[in-house]
Nanobody, 126 residues
Framework: QLQLVESGGGLVQPGGSLGLSCEAS????????IGWFRQAPGKGREGVSY????????RYADSVKGRFTISRGNAKNTVHLHLDSLTPEDTAVYYC???????????????????WGQGTQVNVSS
């Protein structure tokens, strides 16, 4: 079965950090562009970070730039997203997605991503 599974979510205080992971089973993600998206309560899903298949190109939404870091793991089936300096506005379900998405594509266009995980909840609260 081909699937993506996110992990690492949880409750963190404002200003804290979390490390999310996206692990593929049944396939490797090293040939796909990977996007991280999030959906806050009562809001639509938004793209927050992207890494190209080669790992050489990363992109971030303005709202997370300088605070989030995306990287590929040593294993070919894992991608990580490090969240730093978290605020309550970062509270959301975080999803990873894989697709043949290149750096010049519409990175936050969800229809370009073939595989999606079920999401992991991140809560930022004191």
């Amino acid at each position: 079965q081909l699937q993506l599974v996110e992990s690492g979510g949880g409750l963190v205080q404002p200003g804290g950090s979390l490390g999310l992971s996206c692990e593929a089973s049944g396939f490797t993600v090293d040939i796909y562009g990977i996007g991280w998206f999030r959906q806050a309560p009562g809001k639509g899903r938004e793209g927050v970070s992207y890494i190209s298949a080669s790992g050489r190109t990363t992109r971030y939404a303005d709202s997370v730039k300088g605070r989030f870091t995306i990287s590929r793991g040593n294993a070919k089936n894992t991608v990580h997203l490090h969240l730093d300096s978290l605020t309550p506005e970062d509270t959301a379900v975080y999803y990873c997605a894989a697709g043949f998405v290149g750096p010049t594509d519409q990175l936050w266009e969800e229809s370009l991503y073939r595989f999606w995980g079920q999401g992991t909840q991140v809560n930022v609260s004191s």
